[in-house]
C-alpha cells in the first residue's frame, strides 16, 4: 500500500561507478520530485517532472539524469559518481493544483 | 530571497510542554507555507500547512502562528509528547510547486 516507493534504499558503491534510483507513486498523481538531504539534514529539490515533462531543474551536475518513463514513475541516473554525491535521496509527488507533496522512504546513497 | 531561515537548529522539551519552531522568509510571493515532521530513516510527511490570507490554523495539538506583515510563521505543538520527538521543517512555495525548506529542527520531548 506504500504511496511513494523508492529503491534501493541502501546503495553503497565506488566513486566513478554509475548507479540508479527508481521511484514509482501510486497515487494517481501527475507530478514528481527528487531531492537530496544532506548529512546536515538540508532538503533541496533538484528535479520536477509535470506529465513526463521537466519542469524544474535545479543547479545540479550533468551527472544527474532524471527519466520519468510515464507519470507514475521517476528515476535518477547518477553518472561517475563523487564522494559529495553521499547524501539520502528522496522522491515526491503531488497533483497539479494541489501544493501538498508527499515523499517516499528514501534511498542512502554513500559512495567511497 | 529564497531562503527560509528556521530556527532553533535543536529544541528539547519536557512532556506535556509547548514546543515553537520558528521561520521567515523573504520572498513575498511565497502563498503555501508547511510544515513536515521527519522520524528517523523516513521521508518527510506533512503535518500542517497555511496560506498567507489566514493568521492561524489549528489542527489537534498542531497549530501554525503566521504574520504576514513580519515575513514569519511559527508551529506551535501543545502538550509535547515523547513521540513527537521528530526532526520539523518549515518550507515554503510559490505556484511552481517549488518547496525552499527550512533548515530543520530536532526536536526531543523527555519523558
Not at chain 1, 17 to 39: A, F, P, R, V
Not at chain 2, 33 to 40: E, N, T
Not at chain 2, 67 to 76: D, E, G, I, M, T
Amino acid at each position: 500500500d506504500t504511496a511513494v516507493s523508492q529503491t534501493p534504499k541502501y546503495l553503497v558503491t565506488q566513486m566513478g561507478n554509475d548507479k540508479s534510483i527508481k521511484c514509482e507513486q501510486n497515487l494517481g498523481h501527475d507530478t514528481m520530485y527528487w531531492y537530496k538531504q544532506d548529512s546536515k539534514k538540508f532538503l533541496k529539490i533538484m528535479f520536477s517532472y509535470n506529465n513526463k515533462e521537466l519542469i524544474i531543474n535545479e543547479t545540479v551536475p550533468n551527472r544527474f539524469s532524471p527519466k520519468s518513463p510515464d507519470k507514475a514513475h521517476l528515476n535518477l541516473h547518477i553518472n561517475s559518481l563523487e564522494l559529495g554525491d553521499s547524501a539520502v535521496y528522496f522522491c515526491a509527488s503531488s497533483l497539479r493544483g494541489a501544493n501538498e507533496q508527499f515523499f517516499g522512504p528514501g534511498t542512502r546513497l554513500t559512495v567511497l | 530571497q529564497q531562503q527560509v531561515k528556521q530556527s532553533p537548529q535543536s529544541l528539547i522539551v519536557q512532556k506535556g510542554g509547548i514546543s515553537i519552531i520558528n521561520c521567515a522568509y523573504e520572498n513575498t510571493a511565497f502563498d503555501y507555507f508547511p510544515w513536515y515532521q521527519q522520524f528517523p530513516g523516513k521521508g518527510p510527511a506533512l503535518l500542517i500547512a497555511i496560506r498567507p490570507d489566514v493568521s492561524e490554523k489549528k489542527e489537534g495539538r498542531f497549530t501554525i502562528s503566521f504574520n504576514k506583515s513580519a515575513k514569519q510563521f511559527s508551529l506551535h505543538i501543545m502538550d509535547s509528547q515523547p513521540g513527537d520527538s521528530a526532526t520539523y521543517f518549515c518550507a515554503a512555495s510559490t505556484g511552481t510547486y517549488k518547496y525552499i525548506f527550512g533548515t530543520g529542527t530536532r526536536l526531543k520531548v523527555l519523558a
